[in-house]
């Protein structure tokens, strides 16, 4: 079965890491996979996003508007400007912690809530993650796109289990993050994220 996955953030959230874990799973499957990510604006604060897609007779790396199975969305905003990309019943994933952009000329607050809103009214399937506390719990920031895998593996959408991910982290990762890292996909799954 063929998956369309679009990550999407802020630079420094780890958005083209989860997407490589993503792909390597997949990859050790013998899936096909075909990916690609805008980096140019990656440096922290910056517009990042990821396209992947997974499956057979994949020709393109890009995904077309309205065919995303999954948005794993690691900044509210950003996730918001890749609705597009949704199909109908698609599935999105959101941390809750807003990042004001760089760029940004205003100099009103954004504390994220009222995207978090108009997410709950545009998006049938809906997983809003309290990420903050989570990694805080966890004892790292960094494990936010590992945290947001596993709330992806464990709401059964993204088709690779937490095993794969583990094994995929193992390969792709230095051995002294394994056990952070593992931490956050047992915490996904033990607190039904």
Request: hydrophobic share 40%; charged share 25%.
């Amino acid at each position: 079965m063929n998956k369309n996955i679009v990550l999407c953030g802020v630079g420094g959230q780890g958005t083209v890491l989860a997407s490589k874990l993503i792909a390597a799973a997949a990859m050790k499957k013998d899936i096909e996979v075909m990916s690609a990510e805008t980096i140019g604006m990656a440096q922290r604060g910056g517009s990042v996003f990821s396209h992947l897609r997974m499956g057979e007779n994949i020709y393109s790396p890009m995904i077309a508007e309205k065919t995303a199975d999954i948005i794993l969305g690691f900044e509210p905003g950003e996730t918001v400007r890749m609705l597009p990309f949704l199909k109908d019943n698609g599935h999105v994933i959101v941390s809750r912690r807003p990042i004001m952009p760089v760029a940004a000329l205003s100099d009103k607050e954004y504390s994220g809530d009222e995207v978090i809103e108009y997410l709950k009214k545009h998006v049938n399937n809906l997983l809003v993650v309290d990420t903050e506390s989570a990694c805080e719990e966890i004892g790292s920031p960094k494990v936010l796109n590992i945290l947001l895998l596993g709330s992806a593996i464990h709401s059964g959408a993204l088709g690779i289990t937490e095993e794969e991910m583990k094994q995929a982290i193992r390969e792709r990762l230095p051995e002294r993050l394994h056990e952070i890292n593992f931490r956050a996909l047992n915490y996904a799954k033990e607190h039904n994220l």
